[in-house]
T-cell receptor, first 114, second 117 residues
Framework: EAGVAQSPRYKIIEKRQSVAFWCNPISGHATLYWYQQILGQGPKLLIQFQNNGVVDDSQLPKDRFSAERLKGVDSTLKIQPAKLEDSAVYLC????????????FGQGTRLTVV | AQTVTQSQPEMSVQEAETVTLSCTYDTSESDYYLFWYKQPPSRQMILVIRQEAYKQQNATENRFSVNFQKAAKSFSLKISDSQLGDAAMYFCAYRRGPGFGNEKLTFGTGTRLTIIP
């Protein structure tokens, strides 16, 4: 079974530029999560999708971050314009529908804003 | 809101020895899940072990076991016979459920485990 795929693995941009990350979840997984992991901290949820609907985006800085999951499969997370404090690892995870399921994580995208 | 606290930023252990990583959490819920995840330099979060709050028996997975103290809101991870491949960041995580569906994970700040050959 293929795992959660993310690209790119690394990205370096200048502040005020825009950037996009892509995630392809495990086939059949209805729930998709984007987490932000700042160096020295644990991951923090940015947004959660159930199929193509948003379940939780309370921690997403909506003035600069946006995410979509068209057709309920793969997803993109965009930052525009980027700030220095956006430097982090962006992790995508997915889980199947059910009450007693676990989340499977991708390898993340390390973003450096200079 | 739920919080997860890991008070040990770094731990080290001699190869083949046993080490215990600590985690405490705060919640008003009675039903929830607790997890330990391992994050090697590859950055991928790998599930090590899971505990359902309604189960009194502590979970075990080969060399990994937990000490779940629900009243004290404590959830420690014991790694026996430590191996070089166990070196990684370890995160404790909390999730509401099962009645809440596919809820988000709330993570602690992590413990960096070093294995000394």
């Amino acid at each position: 079974e293929a795992g959660v795929a993310q690209s790119p693995r690394y990205k370096i941009i200048e502040k005020r530029q825009s950037v996009a990350f892509w995630c392809n979840p495990i086939s059949g997984h209805a729930t998709l999560y984007w987490y932000q992991q700042i160096l020295g901290q644990g991951p923090k949820l940015l947004i959660q999708f159930q199929n193509n609907g948003v379940v939780d985006d309370s921690q997403l800085p909506k003035d600069r971050f946006s995410a979509e999951r068209l057709k309920g499969v793969d997803s993109t997370l965009k930052i525009q314009p980027a700030k220095l404090e956006d430097s982090a690892v962006y992790l995508c995870a997915s889980s199947p529908t059910g009450l007693n399921t676990e989340a499977f994580f991708g390898q993340g995208t390390r973003l450096t804003v200079v | 809101a739920q919080t997860v606290t890991q008070s040990q930023p770094e731990m080290s252990v001699q190869e083949a020895e046993t080490v215990t990583l600590s985690c405490t959490y705060d919640t008003s819920e009675s039903d929830y899940y607790l997890f330990w995840y391992k994050q090697p330099p590859s950055r991928q979060m790998i599930l090590v072990i899971r505990q359902e709050a309604y189960k009194q028996q502590n979970a075990t997975e080969n060399r990994f076991s937990v000490n779940f103290q629900k009243a004290a809101k404590s959830f420690s991870l014991k790694i026996s016979d430590s191996q070089l491949g166990d070196a990684a960041m370890y995160f404790c995580a909390y999730r509401r459920g099962p009645g809440f569906g596919n809820e988000k994970l709330t993570f602690g700040t992590g413990t960096r485990l070093t294995i000394i050959p």
